[in-house]
Nanobody, 130 residues
């Protein structure tokens, strides 16, 4: 079965850390760009961090640069999102989405409409609150 499963979301206090995991099965995740997107209640999807297949180049939203890091474990067919110094505005459902590249990873990360956001996992809830 072709799927991705996100995990690692939790309730955390401001300043805390979480590591999200995106485990793929039924296909090779590293043949695609992989992006982490989030959606807060009542808001549009926002590209948070993306990683290119092959070279592993990365891209980040300005709001998370220096705090979040995307990485991959190719043998485990898994992509991670390390999130540090979390803020209340980081709250949302985080989705892992693979996509065939159509432009640079930087441009793709800025444009959620280039990704099949509704076609993959159920996401994992991240809540940052004191």
């Amino acid at each position: 079965q072709v799927q991705v499963v996100e995990s690692g979301g939790d309730l955390v206090q401001p300043g805390g850390s979480l590591r999200l995991s995106c485990a793929a099965s039924g296909f090779t995740l590293d043949r695609f760009f992989t992006g982490w997107f989030r959606q807060a209640p009542g808001k549009e999807y926002e590209g948070v961090a993306c990683i290119e297949n092959g070279d592993g180049n990365t891209a980040y939203a300005d709001s998370v640069k220096g705090r979040f890091a995307i990485s991959r474990d190719i043998p485990k067919n898994t992509v991670y999102l390390q999130m540090n110094n979390l803020k209340p505005e980081d709250t949302g459902v985080y989705y892992c989405v693979p996509a065939s590249p159509s432009t640079t990873v930087q441009n793709m990360c800025l444009n959620p409409q280039l990704w099949p956001l509704d076609a993959w996992g159920k996401g994992t809830q991240v809540t940052v609150s004191s």
